[in-house]
């Protein structure tokens, strides 16, 4: 039986396609859809962060990366990790902690929130290169590529950026926010297991995986709707 990162990367070859991977927040979530059958799941740097009470990449990595744990422990099914652009950490010591945590795999994004632009596609393809070098298997890598997040290009950029990617040793890119419309094509131009963000009022993972998404992610949104119902009760429970 396939465990940790072999298990979640067969999974984005079937049996069962779009590998949809909903997004917990903390341990209870992870329970949550762990019980209701997924077969792995998905952080949320920003679910995270708020559920830690922080704005999304704020949290520092130490409070990051120890709910990472929380949330792998408390299920058996794989855990990937977003952990936005690596918090400038090495290759080696972000592997070494993303193994401590037990994540099976992670996002690393190529958009500079400090700047709010891209960084250059071959520094982050000789990054991703260098984490596949310190983790071998063992770590099922996911670039995100923030081409339409940044407005900084469309599918062409993307496409070059992607293929850079999978060169590098990607298992799977992310062109969060893509046009559903322009899925098809950029798994076609890239080659690899394409991840779709589900949004709301947005294509189901049903519809975006017949659109060409190998696998479905869904940011916040989860984490979003369950304290709106949680504003609800409060709201119900002071009589408003």
Not at 29 to 39: E, Q, Y
Not at 62 to 75: Q, Y
Not at 105 to 133: F, M, P, S
């Amino acid at each position: 039986m396939l465990t940790g990162a072999a298990a979640l990367r067969a999974l984005h070859h079937g049996p069962v396609l779009p590998l949809v991977l909903p997004g917990p927040w903390d341990a209870a979530s992870a329970k949550a859809f762990a019980d209701a059958g997924f077969p792995a799941l998905a952080t949320p740097s920003a679910g995270v962060a708020a559920a830690l009470g922080y704005a999304d990449g704020e949290v520092p990595p130490d409070e990051m990366f120890a709910a990472i744990g929380r949330i792998a422990r408390a299920v058996d099914i794989p855990v990937t990790a977003d952990v936005e652009d690596g918090y400038g950490l090495g290759a080696r010591e972000l592997t070494e902690r993303l193994a401590e945590a037990g994540a099976a795999g992670c996002n690393l994004e190529d958009g500079d929130r400090a700047t709010g632009k891209l960084v250059d596609a071959q520094r982050q393809a000789e990054r991703l290169a260098e984490v596949r070098a310190a983790a071998g298997d063992a770590l099922v890598l996911n670039a995100r590529v923030d081409t339409y997040v940044r407005r900084a290009g469309g599918a062409a950029e993307t496409v070059r950026r992607g293929r850079l990617y999978a060169a590098a040793g990607a298992d799977c890119v992310y062109p969060i926010l893509a046009p559903p419309a322009e899925l098809a094509a950029l798994a076609d131009g890239i080659g690899l297991p394409l991840n779709a963000l589900a949004v709301p009022d947005g294509p189901s993972p049903d519809e975006l995986g017949a659109l060409g998404a190998t696998r479905v992610t869904f940011g916040p949104w989860q984490q979003r709707r369950a304290m709106a119902a949680v504003t609800a009760e409060a709201r119900n429970l002071r009589g408003a």
